[in-house]
């Protein structure tokens, strides 16, 4: 019934080896510099990307379902594609907010403390738990329960010559971490994870060189109205 535990595990370690070994290589391959598939968009995107573009295609076909849904009450797509993906993306985002090397070290115990025996999320959530230095709940609580569709948004932008005031929206009232950016054009300034925002909530940072406050700048969330 937890299939997604294994999964998303298995898809995740997947994307870590291709950003360390081919962080360059695009989704059509050495086919994506071919004359004639070059110039479309979805040709130079990294390969890594295809992972949130194949969830966030069953959000918008509307067959979204939480990842914790049991697998034999899935949809067909989900099952093989949607929530493997979303989940691992899901990881992918934990590891960034953590900061360090405790999703890793507790996806190599749970492994090797369970590969002879059935298990299950709480397993899971118990090592993890053991193992981070941050509140992780709202992966396991929010996270993995819902279809919500993800969405920030950023408004009442001011400026100081020392600091930034800005609104940040949550549209999905949920109380998973965002990470809030000030750019200098397309330069990070300043990167802050934002944690449980679950209504509106005004946020002031040091301006230093910044001119551009940006949320989910990376696209570490699968947005689905990314901005």
């Given at each position: 019934k937890e299939a997604w535990i294994k999964q998303s595990i298995m898809v995740y370690l997947m994307m870590e080896y291709q950003q360390l070994y081919y962080p360059d290589l695009k989704i059509g391959g050495e086919l994506s510099e071919?004359?004639?598939?070059?110039?479309?968009?979805?040709?130079?995107?990294?390969f890594n990307d295809a992972y949130p573009l194949l969830y966030l295609n069953s959000a918008r076909l509307n067959l979204d379902e939480a990842i914790n849904t049991p697998a034999d009450q899935l949809v067909k797509y989900n099952q093989q594609l949607g929530i493997p993906h979303k989940a691992a993306v899901g990881l992918n985002l934990l590891n960034d907010y953590l900061g360090d090397d405790s999703l890793e070290k507790s996806i190599r115990e749970f492994y090797s403390e369970n590969k002879y025996t059935r298990t299950?999320?709480?397993?899971?959530?118990?090592?993890l738990d053991k193992n981070a230095l941050k509140d992780i709940n709202w992966f396991f609580e929010d996270y993995i329960t819902t279809h919500k569709r993800l969405d920030w948004k950023i408004n009442q932008v001011k400026k100081t010559a020392d600091s930034v005031f800005f609104r940040v929206r949550n549209k999905s009232k949920l109380k998973i971490p965002v990470p809030v950016y000030l750019l200098d054009k397309d330069r990070i300034i300043t990167k802050q994870w934002i944690e449980g925002i679950k209504?509106?909530?005004?946020?002031?940072?040091?301006?230093?060189?910044?001119?551009?406050?940006?949320?989910?700048?990376?696209?570490l969330i699968a947005e689905f109205n990314p901005r």
């Amino acid at each position: 019934k937890e299939a997604w535990i294994k999964q998303s595990i298995m898809v995740y370690l997947m994307m870590e080896y291709q950003q360390l070994y081919y962080p360059d290589l695009k989704i059509g391959g050495e086919l994506s510099e071919f004359w004639g598939l070059r110039n479309f968009n979805v040709a130079q995107l990294k390969f890594n990307d295809a992972y949130p573009l194949l969830y966030l295609n069953s959000a918008r076909l509307n067959l979204d379902e939480a990842i914790n849904t049991p697998a034999d009450q899935l949809v067909k797509y989900n099952q093989q594609l949607g929530i493997p993906h979303k989940a691992a993306v899901g990881l992918n985002l934990l590891n960034d907010y953590l900061g360090d090397d405790s999703l890793e070290k507790s996806i190599r115990e749970f492994y090797s403390e369970n590969k002879y025996t059935r298990t299950n999320a709480a397993v899971f959530r118990k090592t993890l738990d053991k193992n981070a230095l941050k509140d992780i709940n709202w992966f396991f609580e929010d996270y993995i329960t819902t279809h919500k569709r993800l969405d920030w948004k950023i408004n009442q932008v001011k400026k100081t010559a020392d600091s930034v005031f800005f609104r940040v929206r949550n549209k999905s009232k949920l109380k998973i971490p965002v990470p809030v950016y000030l750019l200098d054009k397309d330069r990070i300034i300043t990167k802050q994870w934002i944690e449980g925002i679950k209504e509106d909530s005004v946020i002031s940072l040091p301006r230093k060189r910044a001119n551009r406050v940006a949320v989910n700048y990376e696209e570490l969330i699968a947005e689905f109205n990314p901005r």
